[in-house]
């Protein structure tokens, strides 16, 4: 009877033992938990490379051989432009990075949106299967980045479009009339789809175009008519701009001038138009500006 108890009080003791610890590998050591199946709404936007981009979920799920890490992103291209997205992304949790990527990236029509697939590849060593105090970083660390938290903790970095000169203004010298639409800081050049360098931001500002007169030696309208005072007295030439022969009278619309600037820039600027007479250097009243606040 002794004996019976004894070997009873060890059975006892062995299954409260496997209860209180985790079940142990044929080389005796703990075996980690598989983390859960999981998704997140993200809803947030930023905008990058001339697109406004909506992180709306992310789903983990450990049993994925390939990518465990998956998104919707709607993806809104702001530009005319016919354009199929290559955007870098990087997934910062834990102390630890996972690269991002577009699986099968579509084209997006210009001005259109579409719903586009991204992946992250996790290391099952470091991936603790809780992605929500993380945060994804778009873009590559040349450029102006986005950072988007993946929760509620975190700081947004959307680098959301700000206007400083709303609506149309014209400006008239001598044959030419330019007209200044719109001008936004933003942290891309929207028709060619490019990125503000870090530590930089854009200018941008929608340009029309008329000539007063028909026929003659026309007038090369490009990068020296267009640039921007900046606050402390220096100017800077555009990045992108119109380049025209105007023969006619007609308006030429949908330009495009944009001029990077730093981040850190404050205060009154001017957007200066500067049109010669033809065959003729500059002076003092061929130059006009339109005032920003920066």
Same mark, same amino acid.
């Given at each position: 009877m002794v004996a019976a108890a004894v070997v009873a009080g060890c059975g006892l003791g062995s299954k409260k033992e496997s209860s209180s610890e985790p079940p142990r590998s044929s080389l005796g050591e703990a075996s980690p938990a598989q @983390? *859960?199946?999981?998704?997140?709404?993200? %809803? +947030?936007?930023?905008?990058?490379?001339g697109f406004k981009w909506t992180f709306e979920t992310l789903t983990f799920d450990p049993q994925e051989d390939g990518a465990q890490l998956t998104g919707e /992103?709607?993806?809104?291209?702001?530009? +005319?432009?016919d354009y199929t997205p290559d955007v870098g992304l990087m997934l910062s949790v834990g102390g630890h990075q996972y690269e991002g990527y577009f699986e099968d990236a579509t084209l997006v029509g210009g001005l259109q949106k579409s719903r586009q697939k991204v992946a992250f590849r996790l290391d099952g060593n470091t991936f603790a299967g809780d992605f929500g105090s993380g945060e994804i970083l778009v873009g590559n660390a040349n450029n102006t980045q986005a950072? $988007?938290?993946? %929760?509620?903790? %975190?700081?947004?970095? *959307?680098?959301? #479009?700000?206007?400083?000169?709303? %609506?149309?203004?014209?400006?008239?010298?001598? &044959?030419?009339?330019?007209?200044? +639409?719109?001008?936004?800081?933003? #942290?891309?050049v929207v028709p060619s789809h490019e990125q503000a360098k870090k530590g930089y931001t854009m200018l941008a500002c929608g340009v029309d175009l008329q000539r007063h007169l028909d026929g003659g030696n026309g007038y090369g309208f490009g990068s020296g008519n267009l640039r921007l005072k900046m606050p402390d007295g220096t100017t800077v030439g555009p990045t992108d701009y119109p380049s025209e022969a105007l023969y006619t009278s007609a308006i030429v619309p949908d330009g495009y001038v944009?001029?990077?600037? #730093?981040?850190?820039?404050?205060?009154?600027?001017?957007?200066? /138009?500067?049109? @010669? &007479?033809?065959? +003729?250097?500059?002076? #003092?009243?061929?130059?006009?500006? $339109?005032? /920003?606040?920066?």
């Open positions: @983390p *859960a199946k999981q998704t997140l709404t993200v %809803g +947030k936007t930023v905008w990058y490379l /992103v709607l993806a809104e291209n702001l530009s +005319k432009r950072r $988007v938290p993946l %929760g509620s903790a %975190g700081t947004l970095v *959307a680098n959301e #479009p700000r206007m400083v000169l709303a %609506g149309s203004h014209e400006v008239r010298i001598h &044959e030419m009339s330019v007209w200044l +639409k719109n001008c936004e800081l933003r #942290p891309d944009s001029f990077m600037i #730093p981040d850190t820039t404050k205060g009154r600027a001017a957007v200066q /138009v500067v049109i @010669p &007479e033809v065959f +003729k250097a500059a002076k #003092p009243g061929d130059t006009k500006d $339109v005032p /920003v606040t920066l």
